[in-house]
Nanobody
Framework: QVQLVESGGGLVQAGGSLRLSCAAS????????MGWFRQAPGKEREFVAH????????YYADSVKGRFTISRDNAKNTAYLQMNNLKPEDTAAYYC??????????????????WGQGTQVTVSS
């Protein structure tokens, strides 16, 4: 079992920055990959970024590449999503997720076993 709790969302102007955190508990944090997804009203949940268990490899959606950075601190059982140069189209609820059974890099929702409750990010123009 893995429990995930996101924090750090809020309201920011276009061009601004936010850092989301995802605190994990339960299973050994350094044993699984982590991902971030987002869901805007009326749209499907979409992949944002993935980081492997060691933090050695990362993978991003094209829409955020060069602006967002995923990282993790295994000593603190926490994953992060640094979001820079935010745009109004980044407005969404952001979710972290744990890929416990799948060992590779993945952007598929089906490979993530546990999800947080989400944190809202709103970017004003």
């Amino acid at each position: 079992q893995v429990q995930l709790v996101e924090s750090g969302g809020g309201l920011v102007q276009a061009g601004g920055s936010l850092r989301l955190s995802c605190a994990a508990s339960g299973r050994t944090f350094s044993s699984y990959g982590m991902g971030w997804f987002r869901q805007a009203p009326g749209k499907e949940r979409e992949f944002v970024a993935h980081i492997t268990w060691s933090g050695g490899s990362t993978y991003y959606a094209d829409s955020v590449k060069g602006r967002f950075t995923i990282s993790r601190d295994n000593a603190k059982n926490t994953a992060y999503l640094q979001m820079n140069n935010l745009k109004p189209e980044d407005t969404a609820a952001y979710y972290c997720a744990a890929a416990v059974l799948f060992s590779g890099i993945t952007k598929s929702k089906n490979h993530y076993d546990y999800w947080g409750q989400g944190t809202q990010v709103t970017v004003s123009s």
